[in-house]
Structures are given as C-alpha cells and as structure tokens.
C-alpha cells in the first residue's frame, strides 16, 4: 500500500500520522510500539482538525517527545505549509532540543515530503519553512509575545518534585498558560500536552478539573481495568523496554507516591497516602455489606538466588449501605505464577 500522496516537485503528501512516522522510522530500522501507535492515532485527530484539544500522559522513557515534539510537528507542516508552531517545555534548553531534533529531521528527510528550511531562518529553537511555516521553542513562563500559533505542543512543562510540590510554582505555570500561552493562540488553533503526572493539581489536573473538552489518553506503566490498548492488569506499557517484573523493582525503589503519579499517572494526594489514617478504624466483627468484591495485586514471582519473591495480596472488601467500605480479608503468599 502506498504511504503518500504525490505532490508537486516528487514530493509526496503522506495520507496520515501512522505512514509518515512508519516511513522516517524504517529508515532508522524502529517501528512503533503499540502504545506509541495509540499516541500517533490521538495525534492523528488533532492534525484533521477532529479533536483541538489533546492530553497525553505517559510515564518517563516511554518516547512521547520522540512522537509528540519531533515527528508530530513536522507532519503537521505537511498538512499546514504555512502553520506556525510554538512549542514548549520547562526549560527553554529542552525545548530547542526537541527544536534541534526537528530541524535534522526536516533537513534529512523534508524535501522527500515537500518540507525544505528557509536558509535564512534556521536556529535550533526558531525556524521557518519555504511554504510559509513558522516554528518556535520556548521554555515555560518564558516571553513568547509577539508570536502567534495555530499549533500550542506543550511537553513536559514541569522539571523536578520541588516545582510540583510547591502551589506557588503550580499557579505560575498555569498562569502562564492560560493568560500567555492561550492568548497567541490563533482561532481554530490546537492544542496539545504531553506529560508525566506528578502531582494531582499539576497543569494535566488542573486543566481536567476546571475545564472540558480535553480528549486524555492516559497510558499508565502497569495496565489497570479498562485499558486503552487492551492490555491485562498488570501488563507492562512498553514490555520490550521495560517488563513488569523491572518494573516491580522501580516501585519497591522509588516508593508508592512517586510511582503512582509518575509510572501510573494517578497522582496521590499531598499526604503521600492513598487513606487518611483519622478515616480508618476497626471493629469486632463485620457489620453486614450490601456487596462485596475481590481484587489482587499479583506479583506471582518466584524466589531465586538471593531474593525473596514479591508478594501476591489479596483483598476482599465489602460496602455497607451507608457507603462504609469494611476489609473483610487479606490475603499475602511469596509464589511462584504456577502456586498463586
């Protein structure tokens, strides 16, 4: 099947997101993972114009900017010759990184797709295109006045635990978002947030609490219920990169907080906690339950030289009638997948 359309000159317009990330990267011998394919079909939508506003959440190492911030733009300018683009991330440094990745990208492969740089406007973290199209990085809270955009990438905007922790730091950023990012962009124009989660009022929580129409495509590290790829609880995202057992071994290190905002993209609340220890309570026997459910966190690992299995919990929970959620039984075993 051909990936493209011809165009004028040889170049050829490719048909969507899918054939033309599929045609760069056999170059470079890689081919998307199913997880990165979800993504290029979210990007896909933005791009036709079908969805304006797009939220993706992915944990660390799962090549989100690889899609969103470098092949993305420079499809979109085969669809939008004469786009502009700003681009940001939470530092300006990052940005033109992806702004330098970019421009290589359409220096090597743009002619093939009708994409040629301007030779007079070509730095890293700005840049103009022939057709008209207009790029531009910048690092969040940083001046962007005097552009304009019909294309907003936002990737990555928060750097460190102490910037997502702190309120005051939280407020700039979505300051900066909503009265200076917002007001350069054009109308009809889109908008797009890549992210790791890592605090439930970061830019990603806020955004989904005070407003609506964001399309979210949340990927977590381990699958749960309902999982947008179709994966079984507990699978891992990215398996050729990062099994669930390696996985495991990054929760046990990184602890529970970090690794349900960061790996799940669920974050905690500031208490570090998923329960308020003054809600918690026991009784002497169980009061009568209106139903009752059973869930498992199946580590089903076996033990080898030196280490310990992980362990395999079950939980059954019962709910009363006015709405009291009662532990009717734990269960904890160290086995194998072939015992549990």
């Given at each position: 099947?051909?990936?493209c ?36 079909d ?17 944990p660390?190492g ?53 994409l040629?740089l ?13 057709g ?7 690092g969040?809270r940083?001046?962007?006045?005097g ?5 907003i990438?936002?990737?990555d ?26 007001s ?6 889109r ?8 605090h ?14 964001w ?30 057992r ?8 990184v ?15 500031d ?8 809600r ?6 169980p ?10 966190d ?10 310990n ?5 079950g ?9 009291t ?10 086995a ?5």
């Amino acid at each position: 099947m051909m990936c493209c359309d011809g165009a004028r000159g040889g170049a050829v317009r490719p048909r969507d997101f899918r054939r033309f990330a599929a045609a760069v990267l056999e170059a470079q011998g890689l081919r998307p993972a199913r997880h990165q394919l979800a993504m290029i079909d979210a990007l896909e939508r933005v791009a036709a114009g079908q969805v304006d506003r797009l939220m993706v959440q992915m944990p660390p190492g799962a090549a989100k900017s690889t899609y969103a911030s470098v092949l993305f733009p420079a499809f979109w300018f085969t669809r939008h010759p004469a786009g502009e683009v700003i681009a940001a991330s939470h530092t300006a440094s990052l940005a033109e990184y992806f702004g330098r990745r970019l421009r290589a990208l359409i220096a090597e492969a743009g002619e093939d797709f009708g994409l040629l740089l301007d030779a007079g406007n070509r730095a890293a973290g700005r840049f103009s295109l022939q057709g008209g199209g207009q790029y531009f990085a910048a690092g969040v809270r940083g001046p962007i006045t005097g552009r304009r955009a019909d294309l907003i990438l936002i990737d990555d905007p928060v750097k460190s635990w102490a910037e997502a922790d702190s309120r005051a730091a939280r407020d700039a950023l979505h300051d900066w978002y909503r009265a200076e990012l917002l007001s350069r962009l054009k109308p009809g124009g889109r908008v797009v947030l890549v992210m790791t989660r890592w605090h439930e009022d970061d830019l990603a929580g806020r955004l989904m609490a005070r407003e609506s129409g964001w399309t979210v495509l949340r990927l977590p590290a381990l699958a749960e219920a309902d999982d947008p790829l179709g994966r079984a609880p507990g699978e891992a995202l990215w398996p050729e990169w990062e099994d669930a057992r390696a996985i495991a071994r990054r929760r046990a290190t990184v602890g529970e907080r970090v690794f349900a905002a960061l790996y799940q993209q669920r974050p905690m609340r500031d208490g570090g906690t998923l329960f308020e220890l003054d809600r918690l309570g026991f009784v002497d026997a169980p009061p009568a339950v209106v139903r009752t459910v059973r869930a498992w966190d199946l580590a089903a690992t076996a033990a080898s030289a030196g280490r310990n299995p992980d362990w395999t919990v079950g939980l059954k929970l019962g709910l009363t009638a006015d709405g009291t959620h009662v532990v009717l039984d734990v269960v904890r075993v160290r086995a194998g997948p072939a015992a549990v």
